[in-house]
């Protein structure tokens, strides 16, 4: 081969500078600043509160009315129909007509100098109360699971666009040279599938690296057989090489992604297991969590995501089954079993956030797609079974936000009597987008990507910046 840049004497670096340029020539620069370590892809609009965040979504859609929005008038209807006017233009997955109201078997108290509101299944974030920031009046487009989780993290109802964490990537690029800029954990299948983390219409380099429990967290990291680092090197280089001179010749930044997916999994197959082992960390720090090393589970997810964030992986998003309670209000399965799973890992991460100092540059959002109705889903027409759940419900759930710039000790919102609908201080799930990005130190209306002849951005053409929440 004739071309100089391909001699084996000249440094790896040096060769692929040598090729940047062309259409495809920001994304290689920006793959290449991340091998000096940190970099911004398009640098923050304006300075950041937070550097990292961790997406806790709990799968199915936690009932606000039993964990975080008390609603004693629901009493008074307990077994009955709600009011016609209640119920107008209302839409539900599954509750009949006339389903009557469900008053919350469980006792609610005040925690913490702000007097926050908890329920007593959750016992261990009433003790964060003053680190948490409570809103009680979201609402989402969508009542259904997929197009739910969808709406939650990309804004939108159907299949194709680019979720929160993969707009973070791609509008402020790596904190870290060995670990991917946004990582999934999951505790168990979700209905969008991989689509709750992909990359939409951004380039690939921007989606989700879903890992897995265990010294492999990605499927094929570590060598075959009698293949040493310093071989498995040289094959790496003569790939990146190859790939280069298709880069060159068609000015594809998919190809530019190519190169750094195989830089980084090289550069994984050393950070990837020492991350993932959480024996390493005190035994009062995994007690904390509950969390135990060689399991799987929601504790040692959380445990996962502090030292991901530690070691700078900017966007984090543990995806948490069991939440979707159509049966089981009641105990000791069902939603009470989903909160003895949740409760302690999710007020660890906080906690241990904080005492590390990392709690002020990282954003913590707890949530489900939507919540829980007011009403019973009752399996026959007389009225309460002995397992009654809740129907899906998406004009006035609640959700947790703590560190990464929000005001802690702060309840913001309130629904009605009933639960139903927002009686002040609405938040979309566009707000809290254009929150969360804020808070980022990006404008929101600002973070754009041209396709199909006009701009996206993750907050479609809504959102606003709720500076009511904000420290």
């Given amino acids: 081969m004739d071309d100089p840049r391909v001699s084996p004497m000249i440094p790896r670096r040096a060769f692929l500078r040598a090729g940047a340029a062309g259409l495809g020539s920001i994304a290689l620069r920006s793959l290449l600043a991340a091998d000096d370590g940190a970099t911004e892809a ?45 119920l107008k233009d209302k839409q539900f997955a599954f509750v009949p007509k006339g389903a009557g109201a469900l008053a919350s078997p469980y006792k609610f108290t005040r925690h913490g100098e702000s007097g926050a509101w908890f329920s007593e299944l959750l016992p261990h974030l009433a ?60 505790t168990g299948a979700n209905t969008a599938g991989n689509s709750a983390w992909g990359n939409g219409f951004l380039p690939s380099v921007h989606q989700g690296v879903k890992f897995r429990s265990g010294a492999e967290p990605v499927h094929f990291l570590a060598n075959p057989g009698g293949v040493d680092a310093d071989r498995q090197k040289s094959v790496i280089d003569g790939v990146s090489a190859l790939n280069q001179l298709a880069f060159e010749r068609y000015e594809d930044p998919e190809i530019a992604t190519r190169i750094a997916q ?106 489900g797609e939507f919540g829980r109705t007011p009403m019973v889903q009752a399996l026959s027409p007389q009225g309460f079974t002995q397992e009654p759940g809740r129907d899906h419900h998406k004009d006035g759930f609640s959700l947790i936000l703590a560190g990464g710039g929000v005001r802690p000790g702060l309840t913001y919102g309130a629904t009605d009597e009933f639960g139903f609908d927002p009686a002040e201080n609405p938040m979309h799930v566009h707000d809290l987008h254009a929150t969360a990005l804020h808070l980022l130190g990006i404008d929101h209306k600002k973070l754009t990507f041209k396709h199909q002849g006009r701009n996206f951005r993750l907050t479609d053409v809504s959102g606003r910046v709720v500076k009511e929440i904000l420290a």
């Fill in 262 to 367: 195989y830089e980084m999994a090289f550069r994984l197959q050393a950070s990837g297991p020492e991350l993932m082992q959480i024996e390493n960390e005190p035994q009062h720090v995994l007690d904390l969590y509950g969390a135990k090393p060689n399991a799987a589970g929601y504790a040692n997810l959380c445990l996962l995501a502090r030292r991901m964030v530690e070691r700078g992986v900017r966007y984090v998003q543990i995806m948490m089954t069991g939440w979707d309670h159509h049966t089981g209000i009641y105990g000791p399965g069902g939603l009470p079993r989903s909160c003895r799973n949740m409760d302690r890992p999710t007020a660890a991460l906080i906690a241990d956030l904080k005492q590390r100092g990392l709690l002020d540059d990282t954003l913590v959002i707890w949530t």
């Fill in 42 to 86: 398009f640098g923050t609009h304006f300075a950041p509160k937070a550097k990292h965040i961790i997406f806790l979504h709990m799968l199915g859609g936690p009932s606000q009315v039993d964990l975080l929005d008390p609603k004693p008038a629901l009493a008074k209807f307990a077994g009955k129909p709600m009011p016609d006017s209640i």
């Fill in 127 to 186: 003790k964060r109360a003053d680190d948490l920031t409570v809103v009680r009046s979201m609402q989402t487009d969508e009542f259904n699971h997929g197009a739910g989780e969808l709406f939650l993290h990309t804004g939108f109802g159907r299949l194709g666009r680019p979720t929160f964490g993969a707009w973070v990537s791609y509008g402020l690029g790596s904190l870290s040279d060995s670990l991917p800029t946004f990582v999934v954990l999951s």
